[in-house]
């Protein structure tokens, strides 16, 4: 009972490390510290058992200038990125939004193979989204993610729906 107590204490404190002041991935946290974030105290866009996604606003959106979203995949625990799968993010229909994905499937997909994925890591990807915001009106930008992580034993194929809020200038 005490050693289940200590486990529990131990991974409760590196989950506390393993994330900033607003519940994403600091920056330099190691690995295991990475690893044994908790997903029953989820404060990501969506969690899993073997990984978490952070969705954010990349730079500034104003009317009529092309803006964007990353979604960040992170594996975590025994998974990787599983760098053999072909990542996808398909945005679905938004007013006052205009997609500017580049897969060929689509303005609104957005795909490893059009160059919209970067894996930064073993454990760690994004996947960039461009469009046009064609008012001022804040807008909600939401999608199904296609992904996969890895154990030494298993893959996950994971179709998640994600999304992201905008404030547009």
């Known amino acids: 009972m005490v050693r289940r107590l200590l486990v529990l204490a131990a991974t409760s404190a590196l989950s506390a490390v393993a994330c900033g002041r607003d519940g994403r991935a600091a920056p330099g946290?190691?690995?295991?510290?990475?690893?044994?974030?908790?997903?029953?105290k989820c404060v990501h866009a969506v969690c899993g058992s073997n990984y978490f996604i952070d969705a954010d606003q990349t730079g500034k959106c104003t009317?009529?200038?092309n803006c964007g979203a990353a979604f960040t995949l992170v594996a975590v625990g025994a998974y990787h990125i599983n760098d053999e799968y072909p990542y996808k993010w398909t945005a679905d229909a938004a007013p006052g939004l205009v997609f500017r994905g580049l897969d060929g499937a689509g303005a609104n997909v957005f795909s490893k193979a059009a160059g919209n994925w970067s894996q930064r890591d073993e454990k760690t990807g994004v996947m960039s989204a461009t469009f046009t915001p064609s008012d001022r009106a804040p807008k909600k930008v939401s999608g199904t993610f296609k992904f996969s992580v890895c154990s030494a034993q298993n893959c996950q194929l994971e179709h998640v729906p994600v999304s992201v809020a905008l404030a547009v200038e």
């Open 29 to 40: 946290v190691d690995e295991a510290a990475r690893s044994n974030a908790s997903p029953s």
């Open 63 to 65: 009317v009529g200038a």
